[in-house]
Every structure is written in structure tokens, then in C-alpha cells.
């Protein structure tokens, strides 16, 4: 059997034993750059300015356009392939890799796959951005498109169906397998709370971040463990309200809004849901990538203040920054108080989102910029902001959980496991055996 590339353990994913290895993109070491950490060590993450975001709170934004790939989701696709070859489910010379995605997943299984040596397929739905297609492609994956946009990726899992019919496929079935959780609530968790440290009083007030697979949702298990006080809050798009009210709808934001409630999503710790406008994300990333000096004049600011901003945010990014802004506004956060939220990519793969807004939107002058700053940075309701604590919402996401799992062979007592935090904290207690068993691995080979 051929052996495999040896990859990074869960706590060398949070604390590389070495400064950060560098090598051509498709050099396997690079699986060991799979961290938040720059090669200073620190957690990459920025702090924006509060004229930008007009609230009080620190608004502080991981920043995952470094990871290989392009994009955190690298994280996960990893540690799913890697805890089925520990588990002796997939082999480089017998198995090919299966992706189901709507983008920044499938792209991270086509570069980990290349990597590893295996062949991989991605699923994702055929209204993507054209830019996440070239590079799946560039990583040697093929794609296998189906009908529809983001929120049809229910036709995603169904398409995924048909490939789990043949052994040779293994899928790593991010909606639904618990190494996506683990990375994020190890991982990405931890490193939230050490980015927060050095600013206001030290603590997570709250966690804020647009499910997709809702793993990075994970993140916000580990910051109550140290910070019971502290809120988690998910993200919807305005035309796709599923965790909100059961909605459904088609929308732009890439990445989200997937029309169910994910397998891995821990409803049990998640306190609020807030609602976008779609196209409040593109203008602000219109805004925030291609409009920064009119920005700066625009808040007095000197020219080159946001600079560091260019490049940093892809939609979701910028979704993520307007939840976590309407949040603090919400909970009234003062200066002293942190807000962590993700920037999963960069805007590399969405330049033609950008092109297809000025088609949209015709010409753009000064007065229409304006306009729309207020309306994506000042903007938002009270009423698009609900709290899920109340034990009525957690059976009502609960039974959407159910009605879509149920139809892809989960049984009732696995999902009713699932409504006790005990699941969850055994399944993230694996860690330590997983990362014991990989490095056993690694000696060996």
C-alpha cells in the first residue's frame, strides 16, 4: 500500500513546533503551514477602525487568505482526510477523494488531495464564482457541477449520494463529519481567544460567523469554555432566512445560506442569528477592496489608513464584519469589549463579483457611494437580529436539523444524541487520541 504524506497534528495546526516552513505552493511541508499563525507566531487578525465600523467594541477579524489554498477551509478538508487514513478508511493508491462544496471547502480537498496524492472530484453547484473553479482546477481537481447556486447545495448532497455508491470514493462530507468541528473548535477556537488578548479587557464578548458547513461556528464551543458569558452568533443572508425562520431563497453571498440547518451545527451554543441583505456584502466589498481613499475621505481619515485592508475580504469576509458591527450595536459593547469574526478568504476569487455588481448597478459616482456606505455600515434592524436561546427555537432548528439528516440515513438517536452538549464534548475530546495515534503514524513511516 503506498504510504501517505505525513501531515500536522491538531495542536501543531494551533502551535507549529517550527516557525512557518516555506516551499513552492504544491510542496507537501506546506501541509504543515496549516495554521492561523504568521511566521512571527502571532495570530493573524486585524482590529478595525472604529470610524469604519461606528461602533465602540473591538471589531477584530481573523484573517484566512494565508492559510494554503487561500482560505481557512483548508483546515477541515485536511483533518477529514486525515482522520479517515488514521481510521484506515482511505488509501492514495485505492481511493479518490470527493468534495461536496459550494467553493472554498472543495478548492482546500482539491489542494489537499494534490498534496496527498490522491484524484479528487468537487461537487458544487454551477452559479459559483468563475474564479473558484479556475483554481480547483489549477490544484488537478475535477469538477462535477449541478443545478443552481449556493442555496441549492441540497443537490450538492444528493449528487454526493451517488458517488458514496462506489467504495473507491470517499467523500469528506463537510456538512456532516465531526473533524470539521474539531478543527474549528481546537484550532481556530483557541487561536480566537489568543488574537483577542492583547485587546480591551482580554475576553470574547462574542463570536460572530456565517455558517456555511457551520464548522467555523465550532470556534465559539471553546471561546464559552473559558468565556461562559460569551455569545455566539450565526449569520444568514436576508433571502435565505432558514436558521431565522425556516426561509429559503437564493441569494449571492458565497459560501452561506446553504437552506438547512448543517449535521455539525451545535445548535445548542448558538445564542442569536442575524440576517444580511446579500447585496450589502458586495457593495461593501466594492467598498472596502476597489473604494478605499473615497472611504477614508469619506470618514476623515488620512490617506493610506485602510490600505491594509486591500485584499483581505472576500464576501463572506465582509458579511461576517457587517454581523459582527449589528451585533455589538445590539448588545450595546463598549470599548472594552471584543468582537471576533472570520474573514474565511481573500478577494482573489472575486473580482467577477465585483464586475457583475457594476453591471447590475450601472455607473458609480460619489453620491451613490455614499449611499451605499450608510446603508451597508450603518445599516441593519433591530428585528433582523433574534435570539435563539429560548428552548421553542432550539426544537424548531432541531427539527430542520432532522428533516434534512434523516433523509440522508442518519437515524433518529444518533440525531437526538446530538441535542446533549455531553456529544459534543466527547466528539471534541478526541483530539488528544487522534493527534497520539498520528504521530504514533508518522514514527512508523
Same mark, same amino acid.
Given at each position: 500500500?503506498?504510504?501517505?504524506?505525513?501531515?500536522?497534528?491538531?495542536?501543531?495546526?494551533?502551535?507549529?513546533?517550527?516557525?512557518?516552513?516555506?516551499?513552492?505552493?504544491?510542496?507537501?511541508?506546506?501541509?504543515?503551514?496549516?495554521?492561523?499563525?504568521?511566521?512571527?507566531?502571532?495570530?493573524?487578525?486585524?482590529?478595525?477602525?472604529?470610524?469604519?465600523?461606528?461602533?465602540?467594541?473591538?471589531?477584530?477579524?481573523?484573517?484566512?487568505?494565508?492559510?494554503?489554498?487561500?482560505?481557512?477551509?483548508?483546515?477541515?478538508?485536511?483533518?477529514?482526510?486525515?482522520?479517515?487514513?488514521?481510521?484506515?478508511?482511505?488509501?492514495?493508491?485505492?481511493?479518490?477523494?470527493?468534495?461536496?462544496?459550494?467553493?472554498?471547502?472543495?478548492?482546500?480537498?482539491?489542494?489537499?488531495?494534490?498534496?496527498?496524492?490522491?484524484?479528487?472530484?468537487?461537487?458544487?453547484?454551477?452559479?459559483?464564482?468563475?474564479?473558484?473553479?479556475?483554481?480547483?482546477?489549477?490544484? %488537478?481537481? =475535477? /469538477?462535477?457541477?449541478?443545478?443552481?447556486?449556493?442555496?441549492?447545495?441540497? *443537490?450538492? #448532497?444528493?449528487?454526493?449520494? $451517488?458517488?458514496?455508491?462506489?467504495?473507491?470514493?470517499?467523500?469528506?462530507?463537510?456538512?456532516?463529519?465531526?473533524?470539521?468541528?474539531?478543527?474549528?473548535?481546537?484550532?481556530?477556537?483557541?487561536?480566537?481567544?489568543?488574537?483577542?488578548?492583547?485587546?480591551?479587557?482580554?475576553?470574547?464578548?462574542?463570536?460572530?460567523?456565517?455558517?456555511?458547513?457551520?464548522?467555523?461556528?465550532?470556534?465559539?464551543?471553546?471561546?464559552?469554555?473559558?468565556?461562559?458569558?460569551?455569545?455566539?452568533?450565526?449569520?444568514?443572508?436576508?433571502?435565505?432566512?432558514?436558521?431565522?425562520?425556516?426561509?429559503?431563497?437564493?441569494?449571492?453571498?458565497?459560501?452561506?445560506?446553504?437552506?438547512?440547518?448543517?449535521?455539525?451545527?451545535?445548535?445548542?451554543?448558538?445564542?442569536?442569528?442575524?440576517?444580511?441583505?446579500?447585496?450589502?456584502?458586495?457593495? %461593501?466589498? =466594492? /467598498?472596502?477592496?476597489?473604494?478605499?481613499?473615497?472611504?477614508?475621505?469619506? *470618514?476623515? #481619515?488620512?490617506?493610506?489608513? $485602510?490600505?491594509?485592508?486591500?485584499?483581505?475580504?472576500?464576501?463572506?469576509?465582509?458579511?461576517?464584519?457587517?454581523?459582527?458591527?449589528?451585533?455589538?450595536?445590539?448588545?450595546?459593547?463598549?470599548?472594552?469589549?471584543?468582537?471576533?469574526?472570520?474573514?474565511?478568504?481573500?478577494?482573489?476569487?472575486?473580482?467577477?463579483?465585483?464586475?457583475?455588481?457594476?453591471?447590475?448597478?450601472?455607473?458609480?459616482?460619489?453620491?451613490?457611494?455614499?449611499?451605499?456606505?450608510?446603508?451597508?455600515?450603518?445599516?441593519?434592524?433591530?428585528?433582523?437580529?433574534?435570539?435563539?436561546?429560548?428552548?421553542?427555537?432550539?426544537?424548531?432548528?432541531?427539527?430542520?436539523?432532522?428533516?434534512?439528516?434523516?433523509?440522508?440515513?442518519?437515524?433518529?438517536?444518533?440525531?437526538?444524541?446530538?441535542?446533549?452538549?455531553?456529544?459534543?464534548?466527547?466528539?471534541?475530546?478526541?483530539?488528544?487520541?487522534?493527534?497520539?495515534?498520528?504521530?504514533?503514524?508518522?514514527?512508523?513511516?
Amino acid at each position: 500500500m503506498k504510504p501517505t504524506i505525513p501531515g500536522p497534528t491538531y495542536a501543531e495546526m494551533l502551535h507549529p513546533e517550527l516557525p512557518i516552513r516555506s516551499g513552492g505552493e504544491l510542496d507537501p511541508i506546506n501541509l504543515f503551514n496549516i495554521t492561523w499563525r504568521a511566521p512571527d507566531q502571532r495570530i493573524r487578525h486585524i482590529v478595525l477602525p472604529r470610524e469604519l465600523t461606528g461602533v465602540q467594541a473591538n471589531i477584530i477579524v481573523m484573517v484566512g487568505r494565508h492559510f494554503p489554498s487561500g482560505s481557512h477551509k483548508v483546515g477541515p478538508a485536511y483533518a477529514t482526510l486525515m482522520e479517515g487514513e488514521l481510521a484506515g478508511e482511505i488509501s492514495p493508491d485505492v481511493h479518490t477523494v470527493i468534495g461536496p462544496s459550494t467553493g472554498n471547502f472543495g478548492i482546500g480537498v482539491a489542494y489537499v488531495s494534490h498534496l496527498k496524492g490522491y484524484p479528487a472530484i468537487v461537487i458544487m453547484p454551477e452559479g459559483m464564482s468563475k474564479e473558484r473553479y479556475a483554481r480547483i482546477r489549477q490544484y %488537478g481537481g =475535477e /469538477l462535477d457541477l449541478t443545478p443552481g447556486s449556493e442555496s441549492d447545495v441540497i *443537490l450538492v #448532497l444528493e449528487r454526493t449520494e $451517488l458517488y458514496k455508491k462506489d467504495p473507491k470514493n470517499k467523500v469528506l462530507a463537510q456538512f456532516e463529519l465531526l473533524p470539521n468541528y474539531r478543527f474549528h473548535r481546537y484550532v481556530t477556537g483557541r487561536s480566537a481567544l489568543e488574537a483577542a488578548v492583547s485587546h480591551g479587557n482580554g475576553r470574547v464578548a462574542a463570536f460572530v460567523s456565517a455558517p456555511g458547513s457551520a464548522g467555523t461556528l465550532a470556534a465559539g464551543d471553546e471561546i464559552k469554555a473559558k468565556f461562559p458569558e460569551s455569545v455566539t452568533c450565526a449569520l444568514e443572508p436576508m433571502e435565505c432566512s432558514t436558521l431565522f425562520n425556516n426561509g429559503r431563497g437564493t441569494h449571492r453571498i458565497e459560501g452561506i445560506g446553504d437552506k438547512m440547518v448543517t449535521l455539525i451545527h451545535n445548535v445548542l451554543t448558538t445564542d442569536y442569528v442575524a440576517l444580511i441583505h446579500d447585496d450589502d456584502c458586495v457593495m %461593501g466589498l =466594492e /467598498l472596502l477592496e476597489r473604494r478605499l481613499p473615497f472611504v477614508e475621505s469619506l *470618514l476623515h #481619515l488620512p490617506p493610506g489608513t $485602510l490600505a491594509g485592508l486591500e485584499g483581505l475580504f472576500g464576501i463572506s469576509g465582509i458579511c461576517n464584519i457587517l454581523g459582527a458591527i449589528r451585533l455589538a450595536h445590539h448588545l450595546g459593547l463598549g470599548p472594552n469589549d471584543n468582537v471576533v469574526t472570520i474573514a474565511t478568504d481573500g478577494f482573489d476569487r472575486y473580482p467577477s463579483v465585483l464586475a457583475d455588481l457594476a453591471e447590475r448597478r450601472g455607473p458609480i459616482d460619489a453620491a451613490k457611494l455614499g449611499g451605499w456606505f450608510e446603508s451597508v455600515f450603518r445599516g441593519g434592524r433591530e428585528v433582523d437580529i433574534q435570539d435563539v436561546r429560548p428552548r421553542a427555537e432550539k426544537e424548531r432548528l432541531f427539527a430542520c436539523k432532522e428533516e434534512v439528516w434523516s433523509a440522508f440515513g442518519y437515524s433518529h438517536a444518533y440525531l437526538e444524541e446530538m441535542k446533549s452538549q455531553s456529544f459534543w464534548e466527547a466528539e471534541y475530546a478526541r483530539i488528544d487520541g487522534i493527534d497520539r495515534a498520528l504521530t504514533a503514524a508518522r514514527r512508523v513511516a
